[in-house]
């Protein structure tokens, strides 16, 4: 009987061992494959009526030999806001941002551990257009203008408010590690998709586009 039972044992051992190494494996092949600059399209609706459209770069490099992680990512958005509301005006505003960190594939999920010190938003004064309701409201903003008011001060004060939402939005989403998860990922030549909590399944294709040149 004792015998028995330590074969028993030895035996699930044995096949313990097999499925976390078959896991590994999965793990490492996932890593390998997700290597290299993904685009992707997200479109959020906002409670004014507003939508935004992002298009979503991501350059994964894979490092075989690193034991902390799987690599280094840089992530790059590029975003319209169209018909944000501003009582008696709408504002169309484009923006990008750049963050970068580190990533791993666990147990088939993608974890990116983002650094926000790297974190930027960029506006100019062209990317913002505002559209007036009516003659009034367009007075009332050339009033506010003159009164020292310029369109940089509206690209400034755009630009601190995305930083200050990204920043937080970043930092509240990760777990205990620093980590931000994304289940199911999967790498198909070249398709990839995992999921987000906020936006559902995230679809990315791969592309030679130079993510540094979209923010500069």
């Not at 005006?89 to 666990?106: A, P, Q």
């Not at 930092?171 to 936006?199: M, R």
């Amino acid at each position: 009987m004792k015998h028995f039972f330590l074969g028993f044992v030895f035996k699930m051992l044995f096949v313990c061992l097999c499925v976390v190494d078959c896991t590994s494996c999965s793990d490492i092949k996932l890593a390998e494959e997700l290597d290299g600059t993904w685009k992707g399209s997200v479109t959020i609706s906002y409670d004014d009526q507003s939508k935004e459209v992002q298009e979503v770069y991501q350059r994964f490099k894979y490092f075989e030999d690193n034991i902390d992680n799987d690599g280094n990512i840089v992530e790059v958005r590029d975003c319209q806001v169209k018909d944000v509301d501003l009582d008696g005006m709408t504002m169309d505003v484009k923006y990008r941002t750049y963050i970068s960190g580190t990533w791993e594939v666990l147990n088939g999920d993608l974890y990116i551990k983002y650094d926000v010190s790297t974190l930027k938003v960029k506006i100019s004064p062209d990317d913002v257009k505002l559209h007036y309701n009516n003659a009034l409201a367009g007075l009332a903003a050339l009033a506010g203008m003159l009164g020292g008011y310029t369109p940089y001060d509206i690209v400034n004060d755009l630009q601190k408010d995305l930083y200050k939402d990204l920043f937080h939005q970043y930092q509240e989403s990760v777990d205990d590690d620093g980590e931000i998860t994304y289940p199911n990922l999967k790498v198909e030549d070249n398709n990839a998709s995992y999921d987000a909590s906020d936006i559902g399944t995230l679809h990315l294709v791969r592309t030679n586009v130079n993510i540094n040149n979209i923010f500069k």
